[in-house]
T-cell receptor, first 114, second 113 residues
């Protein structure tokens, strides 16, 4: 079964600084990869997804992620964070057209300081 | 509706009582998912519906949990004889088909006292 690891439970970053959130997955083939964001009191919102093709994926809110097959990673990045980026971020993996289960990591909480 | 709607948003219940959680997916979405989010944990997959059928119920944590979906739309997750460990946020999501973007509701926060 696939699994998703987000090594960082909590990250604090200054407003305007860059942000990188790590995600590693365990699966033999190329999975479908997603990043979701959950703001306080809100539901989960899709930031971006990777199915195939260009390994650098652009998402909403200025986020991007890069799929690295050799490292089994799909790290999320933003060059300059805004206070509104304070939220919890979840990496998720789906593994095929017949597998409907999205497996989620435990999440990374991002705090933005002024 | 415009998004996935879940009700109630909050539910406090006594241990041993039954609860029903409702999910109203986006109109036209054939796939519907239930997840559970416990404090400090990721999202735990519970069950998935394609239309009215649930091909895989293996994510349900015990036989106290059941779910149904009628008319290819609204789904109800029922927890019988609730226990304190059932306290969590229960999230529902829907998508047009398998492996397309899943849209999440805001969840039902269940507290068992």
């Amino acid at each position: 079964a696939q699994s998703v690891t987000q090594p960082d439970i909590h990250i604090t970053v200054s407003e305007g600084a860059s942000l990188e959130l790590r995600c590693n997955y365990s699966y033999g083939a190329t999975p479908y990869l997603f990043w979701y964001v959950q703001s306080p009191g809100q539901g989960l919102q899709l930031l971006l997804k990777y199915f195939s093709g260009d390994t650098l994926v652009q998402g909403i809110k200025g986020f991007e992620a890069e799929f690295k097959r050799s490292q089994s990673s799909f790290n999320l990045r933003k060059p300059s964070v805004h206070w509104s980026d304070a939220a919890e971020y979840f990496c998720a993996v789906g593994v095929g057209s017949n597998d409907y289960k999205l497996s989620f990591g435990a999440g990374t909480t991002v705090t933005v300081r002024a | 509706g415009a998004g996935v709607s879940q009700s109630p948003s909050n539910k406090v219940t006594e241990k041993g009582k039954d609860v029903e959680l409702r999910c109203d997916p986006i109109s036209g979405h054939t796939a519907l998912y239930w997840y559970r989010q416990s404090l400090g944990q990721g999202l735990e997959f519970l069950i998935y519906f394609q239309g009215n059928s649930a091909p895989d119920k293996s994510g349900l944590p015990s036989d106290r949990f059941s779910a149904e979906r009628t008319g290819g739309s609204v789904s109800t997750l029922t927890i019988q004889r609730t226990q304190q460990e059932d306290s969590a946020v229960y999230l529902c999501a829907s998508s047009q088909s398998v492996n397309t973007e899943a849209f999440f509701g805001q969840g039902t926060r269940l507290t068992v006292v």
